[in-house]
């Protein structure tokens, strides 16, 4: 079975473009998080969608934003891009049932703004 | 609100050595645990979980974590460390009340010499 994909792997933006980021999940997950990775703050969660509901939101302005699609693929979308937001931007999925905790991460997407 | 430490930046051992790499958490609701890998330039790769039962649980590639309610910690242990073990471990936990949500530790380098 695939992993998660992200598309694209590496991104060079402008201060005040906005970017928009892709994942996939891993076939059968319908539950998807993001998570923004940077040197200064480590690993903070970003949101969490859920057949395409948002169902729970990080300490993130709201210059950030993300949607999912029915067939479970995911976006994020950064607005009026700042030199903070440089960061690797994970997306995971997570296998449906109540069993299932753990969140498989896929390799990310490495934003640059300049 | 849920937090985790990882109070060793980096960890070095010798090859063939055991390995523990430590972590606290603190929640408000039962936790469930999780240890990730990352790799350079890669994703986060899950290791192993605890939810509920044994206070030991087995994972990935040899490595196994020591839940202890009373320590709130679940450290990451391996019996015998390899080269390839080297890497970026972050411990990861979710307030069973807080959706699907990670907070993650700082991360631990782990840096195993031959």
């Known amino acids: 079975k695939a992993g998660v994909t992200q598309t694209p792997r590496y991104l060079i933006k402008t201060r005040g473009q906005q970017v928009t980021l892709s994942c996939s999940p891993i076939?059968?997950?319908?539950?998807v998080s993001w998570y923004q990775q940077t040197p200064g703050q480590g690993l903070q969660f970003l949101f969490e969608y859920f057949s395409e509901t948002q169902r729970n939101k990080g300490n993130f302005p709201g210059r950030f934003s993300g949607r999912q699609f029915s067939n479970s693929r995911s976006e994020m979308n950064v607005s009026t891009l700042e030199l903070g937001d440089s960061a690797l931007y994970l997306c995971?999925?997570?296998?449906?049932?109540?069993?299932?905790?753990?969140?498989?991460f896929g390799p990310g997407t490495r934003l640059t703004v300049t | 609100a849920q937090s985790v430490a990882q109070p060793e930046d980096q960890v070095n051992v010798a090859e063939g050595n055991p390995l523990t790499v430590k972590c606290t958490y603190s929640v408000s609701g039962n936790p469930y645990l999780f240890w990730y890998v990352q790799y350079p330039n890669r994703g986060l790769q899950f290791l192993l979980k605890y939810i509920t039962g044994d206070n030991l649980v087995k994972g990935s590639y040899g490595f196994e974590a020591e839940f202890n309610k009373s320590q709130t910690s679940f450290h990451l242990k391996k019996p015998s460390a390899l080269v390839s073990d080297s890497a970026l471990y972050f411990c990861?936990?979710?307030?069973?009340?807080?959706?699907?949500?990670?907070?993650f530790g700082g991360g631990t380098r782990l840096m195993v010499k031959p």
């Open positions: 995971a999925s997570r296998p449906p049932g109540v069993g299932s905790h753990e969140q498989y």
């Open positions: 076939s059968g997950h319908r539950s």
């Open positions: 990861a936990v979710r307030d069973e009340n807080a959706g699907n949500m990670l907070t």
